[in-house]
């Protein structure tokens, strides 16, 4: 068995007990290594020029520059850097303005080391590393009234191909890679590809944007919707 890589992670929490807590948690873990911890947006900006993390698992409301503005910089500064939301909050207010500054993963901070670190491990892999109890609220968000939904387009926007929709039709659905794979009869590389191409034609950043488009579009329907 492969030993796992170690993941060098930056805690960003204003909370000096709670970002130490974070940080004392994360020690246990196998394969993470904090490499910094920051009290606000600008150091953990700063932390990560100088450190090049994998992850930053980034507080939302903290003094000088905030979670979401901070993650803008570093995801347009240092793409490689993946970041990971670890908040006490769930509400809209903070779960989307977030996602669209670039984070890739999203908790709260009842999560445990089980959590945490699937998040990293997904966000890593180019998944999103949504909790559960946040995937269900960005559904419920993204689903709208039957009445309100656009209806399926004659032909698919933005120039996807018939096969790129029905990827995304199971993106949409909650399968995973290898899950599309089997589904389809194909190969785990051919459904990265698929996803790489619709991503790139639709300007997609991660699944949960691709779950969004779906619903926007009418090429998926929002679970539940049909009882409505």
């Known amino acids: 068995m492969t ?14 007990v709670v970002r130490e807590g974070i940080v004392m948690l994360l020690g246990l873990l196998p394969g993470i290594e904090v490499v910094g911890s920051a009290a606000d947006g600008d150091e953990a900006v700063h932390l990560v ?51 669209q500054a670039g984070a890739r993963g999203y908790l709260t901070k009842d999560a445990d080391g089980d959590e945490i670190v699937r998040a990293i491990d997904d966000v890593l892999s180019g998944e999103a590393g949504l909790s559960p109890k946040i995937q269900r609220r960005l559904l419920e968000r993204i689903a709208e009234p039957a009445a309100s939904r656009p209806q399926p387009p004659d032909e698919p926007p933005d120039g996807l191909t018939a096969r790129e929709v029905e990827v995304l039709r199971l993106v949409a659905a909650g399968q995973s890679n290898p899950e599309i794979a089997r589904t389809l009869h194909v190969s785990t590389a051919t459904v990265k590809t698929h996803i790489n191409n619709l991503f790139a034609k639709a300007g997609l950043r991660d699944r949960a944007q691709a779950i969004h488009y779906a619903y926007r579009h009418g090429l998926a329907e929002p679970p539940g919707a049909s009882a409505r």
């Not at 020029?49 to 979401?68: F, I, K, Q, T, Y």
Request: charged letters at 25%; a negative charge; hydrophobic letters at 40%.
């Open 49 to 99: 020029a100088e450190l090049a993390p994998n992850v930053v698992l980034m507080d939302l409301r903290m003094p000088r520059c905030d979670g979401v503005e901070a993650t803008r910089r570093i995801r347009a500064d240092h793409p490689g850097t993946q970041v990971v939301v670890l908040t006490t909050y769930a509400d809209d207010d903070s779960l989307f303005p977030a996602l």
């Open 3 to 16: 030993a796992r890589t170690t993941t060098r992670v930056v805690v960003a929490d204003d909370q000096t």
